[in-house]
């Protein structure tokens, strides 16, 4: 189960990390010598159900430091980056022989300006005064968060029916248009307002989700890729509606819509200083929802028979084609929930072409980072929330492009997909063959 | 598996009255009937010209709009009702294939004649032509597919390798100012992704499909970051690269309307529709083929062979690679500089070519291109002025691939072996 | 081995014959050891290394492409190329590389014939073939007659005895007694790993049964006669295809009564699979009726015929009975989960689950860490078991059990036949498909015979195995007493002959 550390500690300075790190490692190592010593070839091939069982107790007992390891390479790598792609730096490189402080010194000065910048955005700025200032960061990084969770859970739910939904990102622009048509074509009272606009969020996620549901249920159509396809035709039916009168802004040329009524909002937590909205504690009630759903629920207990081994749940009286529909729509309205967000938040007021931005396709990078738990999907996008938010500061203080956020994210899932990769470069022990903890090995 | 049981005395069983050709040809009825009743309702009695050159002027075949819409809807209807009737099946591609024309061909009829007077005409060779270029990329990201999929590795990751393709060849072609290296970088920044993709669902084991998805992702990130820190700041100097020219092919460019839309094109042109030949070639009548084919479909069967499993995939898939990456190259050292994301989800209409037309090197060829129709139609219709919103058509190669998997345009059938990791033993 | 000679290999399922077998084709490696040819030691990295010491293996599941024709399958590894570096294949050779093979041994294959339009027996003799092309010296056939009727079976046999003379060595891993001793030369008993003996094909079968199993072995299941009541399961002109639309079942008619085991005999992939899918809803019925105690039950979903009480042990396990990341508590409750006291309304009571799962690993002897182990850990008899104990916990009408010892350890399958005993003895009909001839003969007290969709006959339990083993290949004797028995009749203590 994953615990808050990796959050804590993956955003910090680069020294912190590595210490934290290096305690893991050493830990790890007493851990792994012990064991070595019960199988009689530690090196070797232990017998399958054997080397099985070790290697799950491996994993289960190691997902805290696979993860901090992971967020320590994805930031060196992203050293790297930083380093190669500053000319000034790059330029000390061509006399490194001759004085090599000089680029050691202006490549720790340049990474770690910027990953102390992302620190700042994300958490805490020690140099703040004031309320409004000091919890501004954690207020940017919850904002972020909160769209992430539902995408998240969205695909999550959905791995663990057995469906790998990389729609998630259609499903929340189906979601986003409704809500926010939902949000300004309206005419209701305050609190119905906002309720009506996030059902309708919901719904436009569930139809979205009903349909690759329903296709792989009748006709075994790969849901892969009718998601993929139909996250297409839904941002090309956005690009339309938005333009049609009735929806397009009166008074604006470009492609923006008519902004949601503020009946229809968010609260905000923290005042109107702090973006921070509510759409986090509904993120909360949503993660303890999908956990119930999974663990507690006989729906869950027939998505996961099904999930883990469709044939066998047929076989016990189970509706394979049920559970598809179910798991899928269920998967589209909580992603349909995570695009109305981006438009009820205070993210954004108003359908444009990018209102959605990449939340969908973050939720699939989350859902695998928070291993398919649902509480583990909530800290997950807590990490995504929070460099996200620190990007933004990095960008406009160190100047460091905000899409090293995405490399960043992109490659701590990597690591973490291969963590026999993160152990083989950290040499805690040799590098085996192990799986994501998803059994979904499987071709179109 | 091999081994299914079957009792030879058994018959197929007879599905009824409702076969799959009979439920096209009741599709493609209806289709005709729409098309000759609502086009021929729309269309205008203007004259709709098809002209075999790049403008107005030249040769061009006439109709009128009215009656080119309602003959061609009818044509189509008949070609569904000769379906539905029932004909022998050899010739089912060709009559479902006359009656989609014509479907087409009653809808262009209605779209030009309803444009504006003097601009009701459809320069063909810029169709053609456009219809090729915008395929480009398609092509080579459905090619990287079939080399990677028929060796048994999904390639999600087309998206990604095209764009890291893009990418590097441009900036490596401004680097050193030279088309030949940008491509030569180009390629390799594709075969890069492919390695990714390679050593961690070979070796690792990760899922094909989530790494292809991340890659995208990370493909999408670093391009990005690079973009920014560099070509955006100093443009001059890093997104500059110089491009291919045109190559005229002598004799065959004067070939009426072919000649001057394929035959006066680019390097990537030639290298597209040379490289769809060669991998037909190579993947159906070489031993590499039919070992890559075997591993595909049943990796044991080849090991036990001999077949080096592991290896053969690796090679394929880094292969795979290279071939989307100078396709990611046909944007930058052809067309444009380099933009931020500049593929814009054609990696996921290779991946839908690749699927229409059924992990085969011609039919991905043949989907590739009804796709960059389909695109290049809309650019043709907005400038038109059509009542035919473009998104709508932009979306039709995604709606189309939708109902090519669920099976409604005819069954398609993955490499038995593609996705499934190879463990020995 | 020396030349010319047929050894038998023989050993129980899950002995060690096949690995044994696959580390002298390369596709293991052994860890300690080694393999002598000609006396010299040979070290073996791949099965590129065994083809060229002059090894070829025709393994339990074939090794052939499906979708590839015969002549493709059969050059794959091996292909003649030409053209240079390019490597074009040489079809026309190949071709007739097939042809001079099938001519030579008699064995007839159309070389451009696809693999998967192909009957199992022609299959078989593809691969054979393709060893064959490749000038092998030793041919492993590795349970060669598994899937075949006992008329192709007495093909294959004649086959191999066409290749002993020509100077092939053979070795033949089964663990059918009879095979052996009708064309092994020498024979090697394996058990656990270890060679236990060897004999001659003069050993008589019981002797070899001992080697085998490790002690003296009975194959009769301890039981009273049965005392049929009503029909509780009745079907009539059952008409069933299978995943390829072929028709798998043509017309079945047959009936089970309360109180009875209805055993179904027949070579694998002769419709038993789809025949008892269709009666659980698994598989729609084309044509015919089943009746569950006088209710028409064709056309319901599963989880209705479940809850109209019938168990069901399906013939996969692994594939079909249990979700193996599952732990043996939410199995146990598989198919009803969703029923008090283990559900209610959409909430799951997991207090409930684990003490009726507490209680079933108990009764039925489950050996495993804890109920909250995930099944797939478990060895192949105690998932079995886990199974037997969910189907047998709740009150039956009628049990399907569908190969229900495969691949389970001796103790397990003993265990297993008294509770299906124990089971028609408090009233439940039961029906019971096994290939496994002698476990249909030791726990049925009918016996239907399956052949090409067809029940094509239904005899008693004393009828003399040859009689069976006829009927299985789809010969009907003219005149067959037992054949119409309404009823049965007597005790069913056959032994083995």
Redesign the interface.
């Known amino acids: 189960m994953t615990n808050p550390n990796p959050v804590s500690g993956s955003p910090d300075k680069e020294p912190a990390t590595e210490s934290q790190a290096a305690q893991n490692a050493v830990g790890n190592t007493d851990r792994a010598a012990t064991t070595a010593t019960a199988p009689k070839r530690p090196e070797g091939q232990p017998r399958p ?1 054997l080397g ?2 070790f290697l799950d107790n491996l994993w289960a007992a190691n997902t805290v430091t696979v993860t901090v390891l992971a967020v320590v390479l994805a930031m060196l790598v992203g050293a790297v ?1 930083i380093i190669v ?3 000034e730096v790059l330029a000390t490189y061509s006399y490194i022989t001759a004085r090599p402080a000089d680029a050691i010194s202006s490549s720790w000065t340049v990474v770690s300006e910027a990953y102390a910048n992302l620190f700042k955005g994300a958490i805490f700025d020690p140099q703040a005064s004031g309320f409004t200032a000091s919890l501004s960061p954690i207020s940017e990084t919850l904002t972020y968060t909160a769209p992430l969770v539902f995408t998240g859970l969205a695909v999550a739910l959905a791995f663990r029916g057995g469906l ?1 939904n ?1 729609g998630a990102q259609g499903q929340a622009t189906i979601g986003v248009i409704l809500a926010a048509v939902a949000g300004f074509a309206l005419p209701l009272p305050p609190v119905l307002h906002l309720l009506v606009a996030l059902i309708a969020g919901a719904a436009g996620g569930a139809i979205w989700g009903f349909v690759p549901g329903i ?1 792989k249920a009748r ?4 849901e ?3 998601t ?3 996250n ?2 839904a ?3 956005l ?2 509606i938005i333009i049609q009168p009735g929806v397009h802004s009166p008074t604006r040329a470009d492609a923006i819509s008519k902004p949601v009524e503020s009946s229809a909002q968010l609260p905000r937590l923290l005042g109107s200083d702090l973006r921070v909205h509510s759409g986090i504690l509904l993120a909360v009630l949503a993660t303890w929802f999908t956990a119930w759903l999974l ?8 998505l ?2 099904v999930g ?2 469709p ?9 394979v084609t049920k559970a598809y529909v179910l798991v899928m729509v269920i998967s589209g309205a909580l992603a349909g929930l995570g695009g109305s967000n981006m438009v009820l938040g205070s993210t954004a007021n108003a359908l444009t072409p990018e209102v959605v931005a ?1 939340i969908g ?1 973050d939720g ?2 989350v859902a ?1 980072l928070g291993r398919l738990k649902p509480w583990g999907v909530l800290l997950a996008a807590l990490l995504f929330g929070a460099l996200q938010a620190g990007g933004n500061r990095m960008q406009s203080y160190s100047g ?2 905000l ?9 701590i ?2 690591f973490v ?2 963590p ?2 993160v152990k083989a470069i950290f040499q805690l022990r040799a590098a085996r ?4 903890q ?7 | 598996m091999s081994t299914i049981a079957v009792p030879d005395v058994a018959v197929t069983v007879d599905v009824g009255f409702w076969t799959r050709n009979r439920k096209a040809g009741a599709v493609l009825l209806a289709l005709g009937v729409l098309a000759a009743v609502l086009f021929g309702a729309l269309a205008t009695g203007q004259q709709a010209r098809f002209t075999l050159s790049e403008t107005e002027g030249g040769a061009a075949l006439e109709i009128t709009g009215t009656f080119g819409a309602i003959l061609f809807g009818l044509v189509a209807a008949a070609a569904g009702g000769a379906l539905l009737a029932g004909v022998p099946k050899r010739w089912f591609t060709l009559v479902l294939g006359v009656g989609l024309v014509a479907f087409v061909l009653s809808f262009l009829c209605w779209q030009v004649s309803a444009a504006p007077e003097g601009r009701n005409f459809m320069p063909l060779v810029n169709i053609v032509r456009g219809t090729f270029i915008l395929a480009l990329p398609l092509i080579f990201g459905a090619l990287s597919g079939v080399l990677c999929e028929r060796t048994g590795v ?1 390639n ?1 990751a087309i998206e990604g390798q095209l764009l890291m393709g893009a990418f590097s060849g441009a900036l490596f072609g401004s680097i050193y100012q030279n088309v030949w290296v940008g491509l030569l970088a180009a390629a390799v920044g594709g075969a890069l992704i492919s390695l ?1 993709l390679a050593v ?1 669902a070979i ?9 292809g ?3 995208n ?2 493909a ?3 391009t ?7 070509m955006q700041i ?1 443009a001059e100097k890093y997104n500059t690269a110089p491009r291919f020219g045109n190559w005229e092919i002598p004799l065959l460019k004067d070939i009426p309307l072919i000649g001057p839309a394929l035959f006066r094109g680019n390097i990537f042109l030639y290298l597209g529709l040379l490289l769809v030949l060669v991998i037909h070639l190579a993947l159906f009548r070489t031993r590499w083929g039919l070992r890559t084919r075997s591993v595909g479909e049943h990796p044991t069967a080849a090991d036990t062979l001999g077949v080096r499993v592991l290896r053969l995939r690796y090679r394929n898939v880094i292969m795979a690679g290279l071939v989307a990456g100078v396709g990611g190259a046909s944007y930058t050292l052809a067309f444009y500089s380099f933009t ?1 994301n500049m593929i814009g ?1 054609k990696g ?1 209409i290779a ?2 070519a690749l ?1 229409f037309g059924r992990w085969s090197p011609t039919g991905a060829l043949l989907a590739a291109l009804f796709f960059g129709f389909a695109d290049q139609l809309a650019t043709y219709l907005g400038a038109i002025g059509s009542s035919i ?1 473009s ?2 058509l ?2 039709l190669p ?2 189309a ?2 109902l090519a ?4 345009v005819g069954r398609v059938r ?8 190879y ?1 020995k033993g | 081995m020396e030349p010319g000679e047929i050894h038998a290999l023989l050993g129980e399922n899950g002995a060690g014959k096949s690995t044994l077998m696959n580390v002298l084709y390369g596709l293991y490696q052994p860890d300690e050891g080694e393999i002598l040819v000609d006396g010299k030691p040979l070290k073996l990295k791949g099965p590129s290394d065994a083809i060229a010491a002059g090894i070829g293996m025709v393994h339990q599941h074939f090794m052939l492409v499906p979708v590839f024709t015969v002549a493709e399958n059969v050059m794959l590894g091996a292909e003649q190329v030409k053209g240079g570096i390019a490597g074009f294949l040489d079809r026309r050779r190949a071709r007739r590389e097939v042809a001079e093979v099938s001519e030579r041994y008699n064995l007839r294959v159309d070389p451009d014939a696809v693999i998967e339009d192909l009957p199992v027996g022609i299959q078989q003799r593809v691969e054979i073939v393709k060893a064959l092309t490749r000038d092998v010296d030793l041919l492993i056939l590795d349970e060669p007659t598994a899937v075949l009727t006992p008329q192709e079976t007495e093909e294959l046999l004649t086959v191999m005895r066409s290749l002993k003379a020509g100077g092939k060595s053979i070795v033949f891993i089964t663990h059918k007694l009879g095979e052996v001793k009708a064309i092994a030369d020498r024979i090697t008993v394996i058990r656990r790993g270890k060679t236990v003996g060897t004999a001659s094909p003069t050993a008589s079968r019981d002797e070899l049964a001992a080697l085998m199993v490790g002690r003296s072995v009975r194959l009769t299941v301890e039981k009273q006669p049965a005392n049929p009541g009503r029909p509780i399961l009745e079907v009539a002109g059952l008409v069933v295809d299978d995943d390829r639309q072929i028709r798998a079942v043509d017309g079945v008619d047959l009936t089970v009564h309360a109180g009875e085991v209805l055993g179904v005999a027949g070579v694998q992939g002769n419709g038993q699979t789809e025949l008892i899918e269709a009666i ?1 809803g ?1 598989r729609p019925v084309l044509a015919g009726t089943v009746t569950l105690d006088g209710e028409a039950v064709h056309g319901w ?7 109209a009480g019938v168990g ?1 042990v ?1 013939e996969d396990r692994s ?8 732990s043996v508590a ?1 199995n146990l409750v ?2 009803i ?2 029923r008090p006291p283990f ?1 209610k ?4 009571k ?1 207090d409930a689950i684990a003490k009726s799962a507490k209680e079933r690993i108990e009764q039925f002897d489950v050996r495993t860490p804890s109920a909250d182990a995930a099944v797939g ?1 478990l060895s192949g008899g105690n998932q079995q078991k886990v199974i037997v104990a969910r189907e047998l916990s709740r009150p039956l009408k009628l049990f399907i059990a569908a190969q229900p010892t495969r691949g389970v350890d001796v103790g397990s399958i003993e265990f297993i036949h008294s509770r299906v005993i124990r089971e028609r003895d408090i009233g439940t009909a039961v029906m019971v498909v096994s290939s496994e001839l002698d476990e249909v003969i030791g726990l049925a007290d009918r016996i239907a015979v399956m052949y090409r969709g067809r029940i094509i006959g239904i005899v008693g339990p004393d009828t003399p195995r040859e009689e069976i083993g006829l009927l299985m290949a789809g010969i009907t004797p003219e005149t067959t007493d037992a054949a119409a028995a309404p009823a049965p009749e007597g005790p069913g203590n056959e032994d083995e002959a």
């Open positions: 159900s099985r069982l980056l792609s500053d000319p790998f990389i296709l006709t075994g159509a790969h892969v890729i009718t993929i396809m139909l297409y035709v941002v090309y039916f690009a339309w663990n507690r629920s006989t729906v869950g207990f027939e996961r028979a883990e081994n044939d066998a749940a047929r076989t016990a009286g189970i509706s990449q396709f699939i990078l695998l460091i492009s899409e090293l956020v995405t490399v960043l994210q992109a490659l899932v990597i997909a291969a026999a990769l063959a192990a799986r994501l998803t059994s979904l090995a499987k071709g179109w | 999904v999600v990714l961690f070796r690792y084991l990760v899922d094909q499909v989530i790494m998805t991340v890659l992702l990370f999408v990130g670093v990005g970051f690079l973009y920014e820190r560099l100093n931020k989800g996921f991946l839908a699927i919103p998104q709508f932009a979306m995604y709606l691939t939708i998997v669920a099976g409604l993955a490499p038995a072996a593609d996705g499934k990791p463990i | 659980m698994l979903p599963t989880k209705k015929v479940l809850r069901y399906p594939v079909d009975g249990l979700v193996k990341e599952f939410e598989l198919d989960y969703d559900g309304g959409l909430s799951l997991p850990t």
